[in-house]
């Protein structure tokens, strides 16, 4: 082939070379085609599908919880203004060894352990009035606080809870157990299932999420919390989140019939269950419990 002739097919070969690439490029880089058929959604690995049943909650009976990471418990019941008084126990071993005490409140609306030997209890006696009482003793005896420093339901109507600062608020719902953050930070779990939170004492409630048949909850920080559920034949299913609520993880189990209360230190989940409250314990963050 002569030097003319070969010079003309090579610069024509390099062309059809070219426009193949342009071609071969577009056709992998273009988008797909469209179709009809519905993609099917993959739920996220930690939704429960739990159904929400019809549940009578009565404030009387519900309690409060809280431990330390000693194993330090104040365990109370709510009791009404016009009816029984509320309960009060304190104990040691997560709940193994506990002590009726007697601080002289006809509800106990809020509790918590602030240090060694320093319990908080905020309740009314019979004038029906909120008070914040303290022991520097493990509740050997009472003295009242000038001001209230826990968030409490309020003693006479389920849809309003009170933050420190004295604001009184709506989560619209029945509020069936309220978790403390902060000051200004707060959880509840309405008798609906929904989970609703606030950052700002009140002022604005927001939804996070849902738990059907959620009966009780504590939140150890703003994401973080532990839950009790009826679920699969169980009355008291432990669920954790780490999303605030918008996701819940099952757990275990823990027999007993109602939940009545949750809580968790840094070393143990603490849950009370049963008519005759049984104290439960867990040391795996909630994949098995067992007695106190």
């Not at 009482?133 to 339901?153: K, N």
Request: aromatic residues 6%; proline residues 6%; charged residues 15%.
């Amino acid at each position: 082939m002569s030097r003319r002739v070969g010079l003309p097919l090579l610069v024509l070969f390099l062309i059809v070379d070219v426009i193949l690439v342009v071609l071969v490029y577009r056709h992998v880089n273009q988008p797909p085609p469209s179709s009809d058929v519905a993609l099917e959604e993959t739920p996220a690995p930690e939704q429960v599908d739990n159904e929400q049943t019809a549940f009578e909650f009565d404030p009387a009976t519900a309690a409060v919880l809280d431990v330390t990471n000693d194993g330090t418990v104040v365990w109370a019941t709510r009791g009404s203004c016009q009816g029984a008084p509320g309960s009060v126990m304190t104990g040691t071993g997560n709940g193994a060894v506990m002590t009726p005490r007697s601080p002289g409140l006809q509800t106990v609306l809020s509790a918590a352990i602030t240090g060694e030997g320093d319990v908080v209890l905020v309740g009314t006696k019979g004038n029906c009035v909120p008070i914040q009482l303290r022991s520097t003793d493990g509740g050997a005896s009472w003295d009242e606080d000038d001001e209230i420093s826990l968030w409490y339901p309020s003693p006479t109507d389920v849809r309003t809870v009170v933050a420190p600062n004295g604001t009184a608020s709506e989560p619209q719902c029945s509020v069936s157990s309220l978790s403390q953050v902060d000051g200004n930070f707060a959880r509840v779990t309405c008798v609906d299932g929904v989970v609703r939170g606030t950052g700002n004492a009140g002022a604005e409630w927001v939804v996070l999420g849902r738990l059907d048949n959620i009966r009780t909850a504590t939140f150890t920080t703003f994401d973080t919390g532990y839950a009790l559920a009826r679920f699969e034949g169980c009355a008291a299913f432990l669920f954790t989140t780490t999303d605030s609520g918008a996701t819940w993880t099952d757990r275990s189990c823990i027999v007993g019939d109602p939940a009545r209360a949750v809580a968790a230190s840094d070393t143990a989940l603490v849950a009370v269950v049963g008519t005759d409250p049984k104290t439960f314990v867990s040391d795996d963050g909630g994949d098995s419990f067992g007695p106190a």
